[in-house]
């Protein structure tokens, strides 16, 4: 295995590749962007970022045999990062669809309500209140911004998987983990300082 395989950047599709690429970049860290099942299922870390739906990702993640890929990843504990639409497939279900997803944390995918003044998408910088203590926030303000596009939310099913939480019409789960599994609701990447911290975290994670 190559020294890049250390870290692999999950090409589903869905992805923000590139601006994935550039932050770890910027942080020192070699990746690869790969699809390929094979080079994910080796990966000793793994990020799987995202855009657009829930749905449309899970159907290329079937397609290319990308699912039990990370679900392999998942059983033998090695991090993984899930970033919008890739938190988003690492629960059970989403009302997108609706559509299975990867089941790896117990929870759904809700829809975000519009309502004057509250548009959907919801789009822009919004305070995270950090719920709990996790390694992936160590070092970050509470009440840091991060920047968010999205039209769904995650609800996990058991409150200590909620690290962090954002108010829109409602509160939801911002930032989430559960065992060797991290994943933001917002786009790390596009988040200036706070977000390159958290990537930062991650790479220097271990579960």
């Given at each position: 295995m190559s020294s890049s395989d250390d870290l692999v950047i999950v090409d589903y599709e869905a992805g923000n590749l590139r601006s994935v690429e550039l932050a770890v970049a910027h942080l020192g860290a070699a990746s690869v962007t790969s699809g390929d099942p094979e080079r994910v299922r080796r990966a000793r870390r793994v990020i799987f970022p995202g855009v657009g739906g829930a749905d449309a990702a899970m159907a290329v993640l079937r397609n290319r045999g990308l699912d039990e890929a990370l679900r392999e990843?998942?059983?033998?504990?090695?991090?993984?990062?899930?970033?919008?639409?890739?938190?988003?497939?690492?629960?059970?279900?989403?009302?997108?669809?609706?559509?299975?997803?990867?089941?790896?944390?117990?929870?759904?995918?809700?829809?975000?309500?519009?309502?004057?003044?509250?548009?959907?998408?919801?789009?822009?910088?919004?305070?995270?209140?950090?719920?709990?203590?996790?390694?992936?926030?160590?070092?970050?303000?509470?009440?840091?911004?991060?920047?968010?596009?999205h039209s769904f939310s995650v609800a996990p099913a058991a409150a200590q998987a909620t690290v962090g939480a954002t108010w829109y019409g409602r509160e939801f789960a911002a930032i989430v983990a559960a065992g060797n599994i991290v994943a933001t609701q917002f786009h790390a990447e596009k988040s200036g300082h706070w977000g390159l911290r958290l990537l930062g975290n991650f790479l220097s994670w271990s579960p």
């Open positions: 990843v998942h059983r033998a504990g090695r991090p993984m990062l899930g970033i919008c639409v890739g938190c988003q497939v690492v629960f059970d279900s989403s009302e997108e669809g609706p559509t299975d997803c990867l089941g790896l944390i117990p929870g759904r995918v809700t829809r975000l309500l519009p309502a004057p003044g509250r548009k959907v998408p919801h789009m822009g910088w919004n305070v995270v209140r950090q719920r709990r203590a996790h390694p992936l926030v160590a070092g970050i303000d509470d009440g840091a911004r991060f920047y968010f596009v």
